[in-house]
């Protein structure tokens, strides 16, 4: 993918997120904080072009990086992750998905994370939409550590910048995004 492909569909998903899932009006968070703007990126990621540009811009970030899937908590991550799985498919280098739940599965084989068999020793990425304070992003790594899997690198699409990035790091595990809130409120 050439560097004017990117930004173009970069370009194409910023105009998508602000004109249909940014919204300036006060909004309390699932931190609890009370924000004056939100960003409800499943507007955007359920969306057929919402989920097929940011499936390819996630890929894009990670071609550089040595890692076994991709994955993250639910609810965020999922239609992002199935975009990834088809993208990946189509372009002959098929990467491996996961979804990580809240809770374990109360039935069956009561599992947390769904998907391929992760082997312990896996390196994997997180996405999600949006990282506020990486809640969601933190209870993923404790769960994918305790099976043994390493979760270097998280990509998310909007950045709040409200604490996620210094919350992920504490875990050794960087994050990056595909645009900062800043970039939405000028």
């Known amino acids: 993918m050439t560097g004017s492909c990117v930004k173009e569909d970069k370009q194409k998903l910023f105009d998508l997120l602000k004109r249909e899932a940014f919204f300036k009006e006060k909004v309390v968070l699932s931190s609890g904080k009370e924000s004056d703007y939100y960003m409800d990126a499943r507007r955007v990621t359920l969306k057929a072009e919402g989920a097929y540009l940011c499936g390819k811009i996630i890929l894009d970030m990670a071609k550089n990086e040595k890692f076994d899937a991709i994955g993250g908590p639910t609810l965020g991550a999922?239609?992002?992750?199935?975009?990834?799985?088809?993208?990946?498919?189509?372009?002959?280098?098929?990467?491996?998905?996961?979804?990580?739940?809240?809770?374990?599965?109360?039935?069956?084989?009561?599992?947390?994370?769904?998907g391929p068999l992760l082997a312990k020793g896996s390196k994997v990425i997180l996405i999600d939409d949006v990282a506020t304070t990486g809640k969601a992003f933190l209870q993923s790594i404790d769960v994918l550590n305790a099976m043994g899997i390493e979760t270097p690198q998280a990509i998310c699409i909007v950045d709040r910048g409200e604490g996620a990035k210094e919350a992920l790091a504490q875990k050794k595990c960087a994050l990056a995004s595909v645009f900062s809130v800043q970039e939405f409120l000028r």
């Open 78 to 114: 999922d239609p992002i992750v199935g975009a990834i799985g088809v993208l990946s498919f189509q372009s002959g280098k098929p990467v491996n998905t996961f979804i990580v739940r809240k809770a374990p599965k109360p039935h069956g084989k009561q599992q947390q994370v769904e």
